[in-house]
Structure formats: C-alpha cells, structure tokens
C-alpha cells in the first residue's frame, strides 16, 4: 500500500430534484446555476431515471468487461472516442496509465462495426441505446435550465447537443476499474487520475459500495490546467445518484469545471475492489457554434474546441511526462481517450 497522505476538505455537494419538472424550470434552473458557480458539481435526483435502468445498464457493463480479452478487442477505441481499451488512458496529472479498462459507446455513425454482438453479450446494443436515450433526456433537462441562466433560447443547449444528428459526439463511457493489492509493494495504482472533462457535462453512476470519485472544485478560468489538493469524497447510497461538470467556456468561466478523480486507494477504509462505473459526456456536435453570451472567448466549432482540449492535453502531458514517447508507444497512442 503506498504511503501518500491525502488532504481532504468537506465541502457540501448540493442535491437538485427534477421533479415536477415542467412546472418548477426556472426554480430548478437557479439551483442548478447557484451549484455550478459555486462548486461546479452537484448530485440530481428525481430524474426519472429507474434504478432497475441503472442495475440493468451495470449488469451489461460486467457481461462485457468479463468477456475474453480477445473478444473485448475485436471492438478497439478509435480517436472518435468510441470502442474498447485497456490501461492506455495516460493523465497528465499522473503521467501513468489508468488501472482500468473502459468501452465507450455513442449514438450514430462512429460505432459501425464497434457494438458488441447479440451472440456475445445478448440484447447489450439495443439496451444501452435505451439507457442511453434515458440519460440525454434528463441531460436535456439540465441543459434547458443551464440555458435559461445564461438567457439564450430554452432548446440552444439541447439543439447543439441533438444525438439524432450523425455528428453528435456524446459518449457513455462502462469503466471497469480492476482490484488492488492491499499490500505495499512500492507502486501507486491510479484509477482516474485527477483531470477535468472537456465535455459540457457529465452526468456519472456510481456502483454501491465501490466508492472513489472526489472532487476538487476552485478553478477560475477554463484555460487554467492547475488544481489545488484539497479533495472531497462524493458518496453516494444509490447507484441513481448523478452528478454533474460543467463547460466553463461557454458561461464565460461562470460556471466551474471540476477536477476529479477515482482515488488510487492508499489508505486505510479507501475501496481497494474492483470498480464499476457509468459516465456519460455531453459532447457537442462538432458543427455547434460555442461562444458565452459576454463573448468573453473566440467562437470556436464543437470541432475547433475538442481540438484545441487535445492540443492543452498532449502539452500537459508531454510536461508531465517529459515526451510522449515515452509514455505513449505508437501502439497505445492512438488509445488516449478524447474524453480526458
Ligand atoms: O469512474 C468514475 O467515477 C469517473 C470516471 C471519469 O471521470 C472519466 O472517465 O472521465
Ligand atoms: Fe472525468
């Protein structure tokens, strides 16, 4: 067991209900607004989304990551961020791969030929594009209210994000974190090392009892890669609890993208199990025209900024690491997650 003393800060994560839904937008639109300025991350309930979805969506997940090795690649990750890969993601704040496998899944042209079969996992394409479709719908709700606090249209959010257009590049990402020894033997194991989403939300599922995710809020402005270490656990007691990033740059740095991490377990109580977990990134379509309404950034396309959120990431990480040759041969380059 490694040895790093972690510095942890209480910090209150606040809990939004969705429901009535219809009736209560502009109430729920000032919560949401007040938890992304102040914290960046909050808890949804009452989104309508089952627990027996979410059992169901996790049960999918572990039928696939047991599959063959062989069986799991037949699907690779390509640089759409779609597909399977298996401790290749490298995070500029660790400089070591991630101790986990994940397999991520979108809703339009990039999956050809990268679903898994009927006849290796049965019913899993059809059941997670259903569980899919459920969390854009409660992501559409919150892109509404995160539209009406910045005074654009109630459908601007939603129109740029529509995953029935073939560009659309939202992502449900099944990660499977592996076990850990208990022991010291003089490595850290990293799960997800400390990182913010470049998405414009994040809405993530964590397992009962498989605890991890912390946050670290306190950024300023989108283009600062630099992070205090002051953690807060988020723990939640069911696996329906979702909680949120936010894109700083189309608030004009208003609303605060968070640093989080899955914990490399360390300490004594830390989780040291295997992990399942479910996040799914709203990612604009790459046509979207993103610009906050104090135009405080260039318009960049949806296209333009997942570009110019690689380029900050290969610096960082080439900072890190002092080359990426060292910490990317050619055959795990391609397999760095776009979703970092
Ligand atoms: O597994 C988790 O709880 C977090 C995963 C994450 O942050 C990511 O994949 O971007
Ligand atoms: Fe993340």
């Given amino acids: 067991m490694a040895t790093n003393k972690q510095s942890y800060v209480d910090r209150p994560i606040p809990e939004i209900s969705l429901a009535n839904f219809d009736n209560r937008i502009d109430s729920i639109a000032a919560e949401?607004?007040?938890?992304?300025?102040?914290?960046?991350?909050?808890?949804?309930?009452?989104?309508?989304?089952?627990?027996?979805?979410?059992?169901?969506?996790?049960?999918?997940?572990?039928?696939?990551?047991?599959?063959?090795?062989?069986?799991?690649?037949?699907?690779?990750?390509?640089?759409?961020?779609?597909?399977y890969e298996f401790k290749s993601q490298v995070r500029p704040?660790?400089?070591?791969?991630?101790?986990?496998?994940?397999?991520?899944?979108q809703f339009g042209e990039n999956m050809t030929d990268l679903w898994i079969g009927d006849d290796r996992v049965p019913g899993f394409q059809s059941r997670s594009l259903a569980f899919m479709h459920k969390v854009q719908s409660v992501s559409e709700k919150l892109m509404v209210c995160l539209a009406r606090a910045l005074k654009f249209e109630d459908d601007f959010f939603v129109n740029w994000h529509d995953t029935a257009k073939p560009n659309s590049q939202s992502t449900l990402r099944l990660l499977h974190y592996f076990a850990m020894p208990e022991m010291n033997?003089?490595?850290?194991?990293?799960?997800?090392?400390?990182h913010a989403d470049w998405g414009f939300l994040t809405l993530l599922f964590q397992s009962p009892g498989q605890s991890g995710l912390e946050i670290c809020p306190g950024r300023e402005v989108v283009t600062d890669f630099g992070h205090g270490d002051k953690w807060t656990k988020v723990n939640f007691e069911t696996s329906t609890d979702i909680v949120c990033d936010l894109l700083m740059s189309w608030s004009?740095?208003?609303?605060?993208?968070?640093?989080?991490?899955?914990k490399a377990p360390c300490e004594?109580?830390?989780?040291?199990?295997?992990?399942?977990?479910?996040?799914?990134?709203?990612?604009?379509?790459?046509?979207?025209?993103?610009?906050?309404?104090?135009?405080?950034?260039?318009?960049?396309?949806?296209?333009?900024?997942?570009?110019?959120?690689?380029?900050?990431?290969?610096?960082?990480?080439?900072?890190?690491?002092?080359?990426?040759?060292?910490?990317?041969?050619?055959?795990?380059?391609?397999?760095?997650?776009?979703?970092?």
């Fill in 32 to 83: 949401i607004a007040d938890a992304a300025e102040k914290v960046g991350f909050f808890s949804v309930v009452d989104h309508g989304i089952g627990a027996e979805a979410v059992d169901q969506m996790f049960a999918d997940s572990k039928n696939f990551f047991a599959l063959p090795s062989e069986v799991k690649k037949t699907v690779p990750w390509n640089p759409q961020s779609v597909g």
């Fill in 93 to 105: 704040s660790t400089g070591a791969a991630d101790q986990k496998e994940s397999y991520q899944l």
């Fill in 185 to 194: 033997d003089g490595q850290v194991y990293h799960r997800a090392g400390a």
């Fill in 252 to 262: 004009d740095d208003r609303f605060k993208s968070t640093f989080h991490r899955v």
């Fill in 268 to 340: 004594p109580g830390d989780n040291f199990g295997e992990r399942y977990s479910i996040a799914f990134f709203n990612q604009p379509r790459k046509d979207a025209l993103i610009q906050g309404p104090l135009k405080k950034y260039p318009e960049v396309t949806g296209g333009e900024f997942t570009a110019n959120a690689m380029q900050l990431y290969y610096a960082a990480l080439k900072a890190a690491t002092g080359g990426l040759e060292k910490v990317m041969p050619a055959s795990v380059s391609s397999a760095v997650s776009a979703a970092a």
